[in-house]
Every structure is written in C-alpha cells, then in structure tokens.
C-alpha cells in the first residue's frame, strides 16, 4: 500500500517561513493535498491539487511537489496557523485514499 | 450553503455494531462521492470508505468486511454500518465529501465519537 511520511512536528518563528514535508514513493506524479486541523476541529483542506488554494485560504499558504516529496510551505506564519497539517492523495490505481501521519506546527 | 452532519456514535461493546449518519445539505450525495475519515483520539486521519456517485465502494484493508457504506437518495444521507467492532475502531468519524477529479475532501461534517469499550 501507499505511504506518506511527514516530520512529527516543526517549530517556527512567527513572522518566518514554515516548510512542511510529506515523502512518497513518486509523490510527483500524483495530485497532492493539504489539510490544517486545529484541536477540536474538524479539517480543513489549505492547498488541493499540488498549489492551488480553496477561496478564503490565504496566498501565505502555498504548495509545491517533485520527485518524492511533496511540501506545504507558510510564509509569514501567524500564531493562529499553529495547528497540524495533513498531506494526502488519492490513489486511484488501488482505489485507496492515504494521508501522511500528520505534522504538529509550533509557533514559538 | 454545503453541511453534513453526523450522529449515531456512541459507546458500544467490543464485537458490538452501529450504524452513523451523515445528512448532507447544499448538495445532492448521489452526485458526489462520499466517503468517512476517522482519527482516533490523539493520532492522525485515516481514511475508512468511499462511495462513488454510480454506487461502487471501497474500504481500507482496516475495516473489509466488517464495515459497509452506503447512502439513501431521498434522505440525501451517507451511513456507516460498522460491526464486530474492536477497541482500535475507536475514533472520532467524519463524513466528508470528495472533490473529483482530483480526490481530495472538500467538505467535512463536525464529526461523531465512537468508543468500543467493555
């Protein structure tokens, strides 16, 4: 089966530039998706198909993927983007849905 | 304005069965694929099932043949029928609606909590 491998958690500045990583096997080739989920909440998808961004979502948010690795990058982060963030694609092939572990994003 | 809501969970013994509902409003689900994401308490967001829009379904390897999902057209709502549940089965459920073609989940509802417990 497929599998997507995030970092467990990140720690950023506010006001610097976060970098989330999400590794599969030709990660490339697929259509990659992100999710934030703040405690108690459900989901919310942040950047879908690779890089673009639901209405609402802000340009800090943004996406990028080649090869075996996917990442979902916040530029100026806010105390309110402290939340964790989800990678997933679909896998049509097997007809299987996969998300990563997830990645906890601490604001100091 | 698009809104799914879950109910049905609850506590249940291990071996035991339910079933959760998720009415969708916005939108038809017969025109969608449908599918439930649960995350047990503390850990991450697995997929569980799908429903495509002709009526096909598919399931992780997690729960086959011990969880089945479906949808009624005129109630406009998504169940998971869950049975011989265990205590890893526990986890908050959310019915989400699938973006096609590119797959990802668009839609979520507030989710339901289902504890397997003795």
């Known amino acids: 089966s497929y599998v997507l491998t995030q970092p467990p958690s990140v720690s950023v500045a506010p006001g610097q530039t976060a970098r989330i990583t999400c590794v599969g096997n030709n990660i490339g080739s697929k259509s990659v998706h992100w999710y934030q989920q703040k405690p108690g909440q459900a989901p919310v998808v942040v950047v879908y198909?690779?890089?673009d961004r639901p209405s609402g979502i802000p340009e800090r948010f943004s996406g990028f993927h080649s090869g075996n690795a996917a990442t979902l990058t916040i530029s100026r982060v806010e105390a309110g983007d402290e939340a964790d963030y989800y990678c997933?694609?679909?896998?049509?092939?097997?007809?299987?849905?996969?998300f990563g572990g997830g990645t906890k994003l601490t604001v100091l | 304005e698009v809104q799914l809501v879950e109910s049905g969970g609850g506590l249940i013994q291990p071996g035991g069965s339910l079933r959760l509902s998720c009415v969708a409003s916005g939108f038809t689900v017969s025109s969608d694929y449908m599918s439930w994401v649960r995350q047990a308490p503390g850990k991450g967001l697995e997929w569980v099932s799908v429903i495509y829009s002709g009526g096909s379904t598919s399931y992780a390897d997690s729960v086959k043949g011990r969880f089945t999902i479906s949808r009624d057209n005129s109630k406009n709502t998504l169940y998971l029928q869950m049975n011989s549940l265990r205590a890893e089965d526990t986890a908050v459920y959310y019915c989400?609606?699938?973006?096609?073609?590119?797959?990802?989940?668009?839609?979520w509802g507030q989710g339901t909590l289902v504890t397997v417990s003795s």
């Open positions: 989400a609606r699938v973006d096609y073609p590119s797959g990802h989940f668009d839609y």
């Open positions: 997933q694609v679909w896998d049509s092939s097997s007809d299987l849905w996969v």
């Open positions: 198909d690779d890089s």
